[in-house]
């Protein structure tokens, strides 16, 4: 496989190539440079929060101590966040950890409880290749989203619609590709869900509003999953997960015809794993047009740099001011619709200008 | 020829044609202001509750549908007859008294968008619903007026599509000094010493530089112009506190700026709202009360109009978390020394003619009172920058 292809393929997938791994990937052909890359991500390997102060405590005990035990939580989910960008830094799993960061910007929520936290980012990590349809119902019951979201308050006398917009808006279809009407009949379906202290989810029949529900035309006694795979029946959705994927890892300027591609893999069995594979063994992926063309998040840039040139912050807390002057930090999107990319993050923030403009002139692969 | 052998043999040639345009970035001869007049633009992110923040305490209907959020008289101050002010608004109560405000009700557009981000978007650009463009209103009259970077600042970290123009940005600064000394770093006039007009063809570098040419020759005015001013007044210790306190040194300080805008987040109150939005409102109305007085007694509040907005309103009725859902139109605030018409200016909506999802139903577009404000206050053509007519106003 050409070096210049390997490179792109790993800015892409990954976070750069060191000059040794490029030399050892440069003998081998296309094909087997993807299996291997594939073959490395076959496994999961949890990122594990400390969550040692909760050990052995009493229901009782830790009502009573609430206020101190969120504070830990806080502090706690801070280290798990650096331990997430360390990991980054020094990934086995390299296609994983790079669709794990990409979902996390996808499926965005925050949690202040690192058991909440924990879990929904090794579900990211777990789904990242696998299957989308397990993956929306998966982060639907997770603790951290059904706080984010409030689904958790979502009851039946009067529905919350707050995730189950984003669910379609956001993490599914995109604007206009549903009514209002289906909102709310969505948010019905999904009343009852809440989840246990340590975070399992529970399914509180006296909240759920059993009547039918009319959705997308289809009628029925639906519930959250119900919803779920209704959604994923329209053509669009797996459209709207193609484009989105075809934005961060190829170009931002979509192609109808390598979309159309894509969704034809994609929807079939809604496996994320198979479309990675068919737009990485394109022959459009390798095209000049999308190689630099790109420009990194600040999470990309600073684990891409530390690739070719490693550096070491002696602070561990430094991590976490670098990220937020560059406005990414790990675990703390601004908002539900996530991080800024491409040439948003850059818009005259004199820090950010100082940084990219160093790149630029030093280095200049490193930014694109 | 390859397109950057293209480019590497037209630099002589096209060198001087690159020049002119580059120096006039650095140059300050301001071209010519059609006014001196400000607008500073406040935006509650996230929906704030229109219906918990101007409240009809005589409508049966509210309170039916709003079981336990309601707001009751005690936790209002009148204004009229019929309608009391969240009580957390309390320190606007002497601008309001003043005649320093001016409050629009029903404000929203057709085929309303209950979207964060779309609506957000359809206020900042201007755009029908259905219409999706890539510059804001703001940006559109920096291109109208053939202004500078800083014609228009945003004080966050990055910029609003609300900012950008056609062919000319606003600027985001958070920080004047920061701004400046980061620009000054000699790193920086080695790299535009070093630019080569390929560079502003290509896609994304070009934009870096044409992004940092602008920062560049904004910088050292802002910085020098404002660096004697600082406000003496305390404004709350919090990041809105910061960015008004930042837009008043600014403003103070004789600076050319014409518009400035600033946020304020958390809104988004779909369960447990009642304490957020008393909080929230309450930083809110506190901060534009000390915005003001510290503008009026540097003489500098006759020229500024304040507007605040939100993306949309709230459902009428609650949800069972003790929440509001999104909903569509709104209330916004103007707030000036010159309002015509002072006050509530128009009614309330009416609350029993929602539309089929339960949302009220606007009576004035928002986009009425943008071109209200570029007609009769930035004294400009509305229509060129709106793209389309609207009816003005009485506010001003």
Same mark, same amino acid.
């Given at each position: ?8 393929l790993?800015?892409?997938i990954g976070?750069?190539?060191?000059p040794? $791994?490029l ?12 299996n ?5 991500? $076959? ?7 400390d969550?040692?102060?909760l *050990?052995?405590?009493? +229901? ?6 609430r ?14 966040s ?10 086995? $799993? ?7 960061l990409?979902w ?39 603790a951290?989203?059904?706080g ?11 529905p ?10 956001l993490?599914t279809?995109?604007?206009d590709?549903?009514?209002e ?10 009343t ?19 009547k039918?529900?009319i ?18 029946? /329209?053509? /669009?959705?797996a ?10 890892f ?8 390598? #979309?159309?591609?894509m ?6 069995d809604?496996?994320?794993e ?17 190689? &630099?063309?790109? #420009? ?8 891409? #740099?530390?690739?070719i ?8 807390n430094?991590?976490?001011l670098v990220?937020?002057?560059? &406005? /990414?930090?790990?675990?703390s999107?601004?908002?539900?619709a ?20 160093? @790149? ?8 694109f | 020829?390859?397109r ?24 300050h ?8 007049k400000?607008v ?19 409508n049966?209907?509210y309170?039916? /549908?709003?079981?336990?959020? %309601? ?23 002497k ?18 968008? @209950? ?10 650009t ?13 940006g559109?009259?920096i ?6 970077p ?8 990055s ?8 062919t ?33 063809s290509?896609?994304? @570098?070009?934009y ?5 040419i602008?920062?560049k ?19 709350p ?11 008043s040194?600014?403003?103070n300080?004789?600076? $050319? ?13 779909? %369960? ?25 007694? *540097?003489?500098t509040f006759?020229d ?11 459902r ?12 569509? %139109? ?14 509530? +200016?128009n009614n309330?909506? *009416? ?13 004035i577009?928002?986009?009425e009172?943008? %071109?209200t ?5 930035l ?6 920058? @709106? ?9 001003i």
């Open positions: 496989m050409k070096s210049a292809h390997i490179q792109h790993y800015n892409r976070f750069g190539i060191s040794k $791994e030399a050892r990937l440069s003998k081998k052909s296309k094909k087997n440079v993807i291997e890359l594939f073959k490395a991500s $076959e496994n999961t390997t949890i990122l594990q929060g969550t040692t102060f *050990n052995g405590k009493s +229901y009782k005990e830790l009502k009573k101590e206020k101190k035990l969120q504070k830990i939580s806080r502090k706690k989910v801070k280290e798990f650096i331990a997430w960008f360390t990991r980054l830094n020094n990934p086995t $799993e390299i296609l994983r950890e790079k669709m794990t990409f996390a910007n996808h499926f965005v929520c925050e949690s202040k409880n690192i058991l909440y936290a924990e879990s929904y980012n090794n579900v990211l990590r777990k789904n990242a290749l696998g299957n989308f349809r397990d993956f929306v119902k998966q982060v639907s019951k997770e951290a989203m059904l984010y979201l409030n689904n958790k308050q979502n009851k039946k006398k009067s919350n619609e707050n995730f189950a917009r984003e669910l379609m808006e993490f279809l995109g604007q590709h549903y009514t009407k289906d909102i709310k009949e969505s948010a019905r379906s999904f009852g869900y809440n989840h246990k202290f340590k975070g399992e989810f529970i399914f509180r029949e006296k909240h759920h509003d059993n039918e529900k959705f997308f035309g289809k009628k029925g006694n639906f519930n959250g999953d119900d919803i779920i795979d209704i959604i994923l029946e /329209q053509k /669009q959705c459209k709207f997960i193609s484009e989105k994927i075809y934005r961060h190829v170009n931002e300027n979509i192609k109808t015809k390598h #979309i159309d591609e969704v034809d893999v994609f929807y079939k809604y496996n994320i198979s479309l990675m594979r068919f737009v990485l063994l394109s022959k459009w992926f390798y095209e000049e047009e999308n190689i &630099g063309t790109k #420009i990194k998040s600040p999470i990309e840039l600073l684990v891409g #740099i530390n690739t040139v490693p550096y070491k912050i002696e602070k561990k430094q991590i976490l990220q937020k002057l560059l &406005g /990414q930090i790990l675990l999107p601004p908002n539900v996530g991080w800024k990319t491409g040439r948003n993050w850059i818009d005259s923030n004199s820090i950010v200008f100082t940084f990219a403009f160093y @790149l630029v002139k030093q280095c200049r692969n490193s930014l | 020829m390859k950057r052998d293209f480019l590497k043999q037209s630099t002589f040639a096209s060198g001087m044609f690159f020049v002119p345009q580059f120096l006039k970035a650095f140059e001869n301001t071209n010519a202001i059609f006014s001196n400000k500073v633009i406040i935006q509650l992110k996230g929906g704030n509750d229109g219906l918990n923040t101007v409240v009809p305490f005589n049966d209907i309170y039916q /549908q709003r079981n336990n959020i %309601a707001l009751k008289q005690a936790d209002l101050f009148k204004i009229s007859n019929e309608i009391g002010l969240h009580k957390s608004l309390q320190p606007l109560q601008l309001y008294d003043k005649g320093f405000v001016s409050i629009i009700n029903n404000v929203g557009y057709p085929n309303p968008n @209950l979207s964060h981000f779309r609506s957000t978007d359809i206020w900042q201007a755009s029908d619903s259905n219409e999706f463009l890539q510059n804001g209103w703001v559109r009259y291109d109208f007026i053939k202004g500078n800083y014609t228009a600042i945003e004080v966050d970290e910029l609003s599509l609300m900012m950008k123009g056609k000319q940005n606003g600027l985001a600064i958070t920080d004047s000094k920061v701004f400046y000394n980061s620009m000054e770093n000699p790193f920086f006039n080695n790299v535009i010493s070093n630019y080569h007009d390929a560079h502003l290509e896609h994304n @570098l070009g870096l530089y044409n992004t940092m602008d920062a020759s904004s910088a050292k005015y802002i910085y020098e112009k404002t660096k004697t001013k600082n406000s003496s007044a305390e404004y210790k919090n990041l809105f506190g910061k960015q008004l306190k930042n837009i040194q600014f403003i300080s004789g600076l $050319e700026t014409q518009v400035y805008y600033a946020g304020l987040s958390g809104f988004d109150t779909h %369960a447990n709202q009642t304490n957020t939005q008393a909080r929230l409102l309450n930083l809110y109305a506190e901060t534009m009360d000390v915005f003001i007085n510290d503008l009026d007694k *540097n003489n006759d500024v109009l304040i507007l605040t907005f939100s993306e949309f309103g709230r009428v009725k609650q949800n069972e978390s003790k929440g509001t859902d999104h909903g569509t %139109a709104n209330n916004v605030f103007l707030m000036g020394k010159n309002l015509k018409k002072q006050g509530l +200016y309330l909506p *009416n609350l029993a003619n929602l539309d089929k999802n339960g949302n009220l139903k606007y009576e577009d928002f986009r009172i943008y %071109a404000i570029l007609d009769k206050w004294n400009v053509d509305d229509t060129a920058i @709106l793209n389309k007519s609207f009816s003005k106003l009485g506010f």
